[in-house]
């Protein structure tokens, strides 16, 4: 009785009670899909992620790494474009203001 009670407080508490089986996949390798289990190591990335082999890791590791330098090109590139297109549009308007101004001989 009293562990499902446990249960029951766990359950509004935490989102993986302990007297429930964990929510989180393990069974397979995040990478590879190889199944995971049966006394074979597993080896975490992220916290959360399992792969079979470090090799797996590793390369998934290298995969993020990749994607986040071109991430941050893409948001180096829209930033440039953004200031270039900035800075040209005020200068057409200070170029646009030079010219409404006459000079009287």
Do not use: W
């Amino acid at each position: 009785m009293a562990s499902s009670a446990a249960c029951a407080a766990g359950f509004f508490l935490d989102a993986n009670p302990p007297c429930e089986p964990s929510a989180l996949a393990l069974d397979a390798c995040a990478l590879c899909a190889r199944p995971l289990g049966g006394g074979i190591d597993i080896f975490m990335y992220r916290g959360d992620t399992p792969f079979c082999s470090e090799e797996c890791r590793y390369e998934q590791m290298q995969l993020d790494a990749v994607r986040a330098r071109r991430a941050a090109r893409s948001a180096g590139r829209r930033r440039q474009q953004q200031y270039s297109s900035s800075g040209a549009e005020s200068a057409r308007g200070q170029h646009q203001e030079s010219r409404k101004v006459s000079v009287a001989s």
